[in-house]
């Protein structure tokens, strides 16, 4: 029976060494919202796989297409289908041999780490905060401006006491407090840090860098895009496709969380040490879709869940995630920060004109060999002439008012 199936299946010749790196990528793209390595979801946990598999082409083929393994009657297979209520796995028959040796030497060498709480790298290539240096120079100028006071003071108290010396009468020096030329000067300094202060005010706005609302479910992309590793395009498809990269629907959630009933995870808190049971959390899901997760059916009209809203740009600002993402190749995380490890989202950028023009100044385009950009035939002839070796956003436009503004 095994050998019936096992003709089908392509003979390997490759001698190629798996690549892990490669399969870590290729399992989060596709196999990532239904298996964990360590944990049981949709499938099973993935770990040791390859044992519980001795003929490794059956594997493969399993892979490539499930269903024409359960039709062979294979028991090992069969019983995993009915012990997971007959769920059919995706076919992926776009997978090449190379491609599945990869994966699964992703889940062997993942699967052999001891578990426990994932330390999820800083993206590279995030932008620091930035320091903010203003409070330090307000303190030096006012230290420098009462030494200034001070020995001016002196100037005039030697001054005097020369004169009375040499027997010429000078007036009594006036006290700062009561000298005009001061007080005007302090006037005006007032002036200007108050207006300074007034206009960064009025221009920040509506602008809510590190917004952190309270949301109607504690949903945390630390459990699904960090621990979990779930694509960020499995929920927010929008991204790579449309302007926006759009909030997934209570359907998307229920792919997973028809089985997904318990939290198990690492212990959750609000931003304000409350402890969150992510069990409860979950039926707040059930109730909002009206899923009796007993009956396993729904059993009520569901509602939305009224997620709110964190990012916000004002509507004369035109801004579009597929441009960003697919042509512009700007990873999610450069722009929101680390959402892998955020439980609940926090506004990372200050979304301001002069946060998008300095990345548009200082980011280069991928300009050879790309129609989109064959219009620039000045550019091009530059590179070619070797005046210029790479091409920023800015070159081709990127900080001209009408490219963001309706
Ligand atoms: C739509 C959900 C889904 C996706 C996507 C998915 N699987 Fe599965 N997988 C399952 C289910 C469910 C089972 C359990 C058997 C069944 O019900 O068909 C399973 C079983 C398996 C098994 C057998 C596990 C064991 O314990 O013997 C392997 C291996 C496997 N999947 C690999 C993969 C790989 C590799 C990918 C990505 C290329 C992938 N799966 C994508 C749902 C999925
Ligand atoms: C399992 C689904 C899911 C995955 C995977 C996911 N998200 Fe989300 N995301 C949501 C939901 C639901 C919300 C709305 C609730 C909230 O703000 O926490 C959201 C909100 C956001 C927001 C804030 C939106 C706003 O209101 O302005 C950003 C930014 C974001 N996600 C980025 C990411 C990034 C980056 C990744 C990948 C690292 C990711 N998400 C992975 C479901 C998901
Ligand atoms: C691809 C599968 C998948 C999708 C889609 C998904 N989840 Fe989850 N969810 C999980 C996994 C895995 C866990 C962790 C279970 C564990 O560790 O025990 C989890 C845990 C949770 C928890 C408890 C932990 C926490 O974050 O508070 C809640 C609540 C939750 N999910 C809500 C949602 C909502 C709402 C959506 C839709 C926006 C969603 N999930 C979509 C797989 C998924
Ligand atoms: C170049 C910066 C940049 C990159 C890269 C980027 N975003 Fe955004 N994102 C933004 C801005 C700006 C907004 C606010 C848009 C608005 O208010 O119209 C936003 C809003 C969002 C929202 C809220 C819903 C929406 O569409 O307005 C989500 C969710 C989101 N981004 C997810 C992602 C994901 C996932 C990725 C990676 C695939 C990503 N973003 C990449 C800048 C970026
Ligand atoms: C992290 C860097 C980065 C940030 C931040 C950023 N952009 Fe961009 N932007 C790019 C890149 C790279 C491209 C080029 C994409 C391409 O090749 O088409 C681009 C292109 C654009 C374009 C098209 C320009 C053209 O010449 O066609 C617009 C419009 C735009 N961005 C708007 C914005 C707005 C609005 C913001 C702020 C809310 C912003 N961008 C923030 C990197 C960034
Ligand atoms: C790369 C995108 C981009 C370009 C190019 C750009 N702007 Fe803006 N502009 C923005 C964003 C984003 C905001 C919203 C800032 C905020 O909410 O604070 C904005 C806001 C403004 C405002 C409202 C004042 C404010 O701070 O809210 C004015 C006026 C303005 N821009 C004028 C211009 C002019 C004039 C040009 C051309 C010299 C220009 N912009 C080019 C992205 C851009």
């Known amino acids: 029976m095994l050998i019936l199936c096992a003709s089908i299946v392509i003979p390997f010749s ?3 060494a798996a690549d892990s790196a490669k399969g870590k990528a290729l399992f989060q793209t596709n196999c990532a919202s239904c298996h964990n390595v360590h944990k049981k979801l949709t499938g099973p946990a993935l770990a ?3 044992d519980r598999w001795p003929d490794k082409k059956l594997l493969h083929q399993w892979i490539h297409n499930s269903a024409s393994v ?3 009657g294979d028991k090992y297979a069969n019983d995993l289908f009915n012990e997971y209520n007959k769920t059919a796995m995706t076919s992926f028959p776009s997978l090449s041999n190379d491609e599945i040796d990869d994966i699964l030497e992703y889940v062997k060498v993942e699967g052999g780490k001891p578990q426990g709480p994932k330390v999820v790298d800083q993206p590279e290539g995030a932008p620091d905060k930035g320091n903010d240096n203003s409070l330090l120079f307000g303190i030096i100028t006012l230290i420098l401006a ?3 006071l001070i020995l001016m003071q002196i100037n005039s108290n030697l001054n005097k006491l020369a004169g009375d010396k040499e027997g010429v009468p000078t007036p009594d020096p006036v006290p700062f407090y009561k000298n005009k030329a001061y007080l005007a000067l302090i006037i005006l300094v007032l002036f200007m840090v108050g207006g300074y202060l007034t206009i960064q005010g009025a221009v920040g706005l509506g602008r809510q860098k590190d917004y952190m609302p309270e949301q109607p479910i504690f949903y945390s992309h630390k459990v699904h895009a ?15 496709k ?4 759009m909030i997934p629907s209570e359907n998307i959630c229920m792919n997973c969380h028809k089985a997904i009933k318990e939290y198990s995870g690492p212990e959750l808190t609000t931003a304000e040490g409350k402890k969150v049971n992510g069990t409860a959390e979950i039926a707040k899901l059930y109730d909002y879709v009206g899923w009796d997760p007993e009956a396993g059916k729904y059993t009520k009209p569901g509602r939305p869940i009224e997620w709110t809203k964190i990012h916000n740009l004002p509507d004369h600002v035109y801004f579009n995630h597929s441009q960003h993402v697919v042509a512009g190749q700007q990873q999610c995380q450069t722009c929101h920060g680390a959402i892998t490890e955020m439980d609940e989202v926090h506004q990372f950028a200050d979304l301001s004109m002069g946060w998008c023009i300095n990345c548009h100044r200082t980011t280069k385009v991928q300009f050879a060999d790309n ?11 530059d590179i ?4 210029i070796d790479s091409v920023t956003v800015e070159m081709v436009g990127g900080t001209e008012c009408q490219k963001c503004h309706y």
């Open 14 to 16: 490759s001698v190629k």
């Open 48 to 50: 040791g796989v390859a």
């Open 70 to 72: 359960l039709a062979t």
């Open 146 to 148: 009462v030494v200034a």
């Open 226 to 240: 960090g621990i979990n590793q779930i694509n960020c395009l499995y929920c927010h498809a929008g991204a790579e």
């Open 242 to 245: 449309s302007k926006h990269a």
């Open 371 to 381: 129609n989109y950009y064959s219009i620039f035939e000045k550019l091009h002839q």
């Open 384 to 387: 070619k002439d070797k005046k």
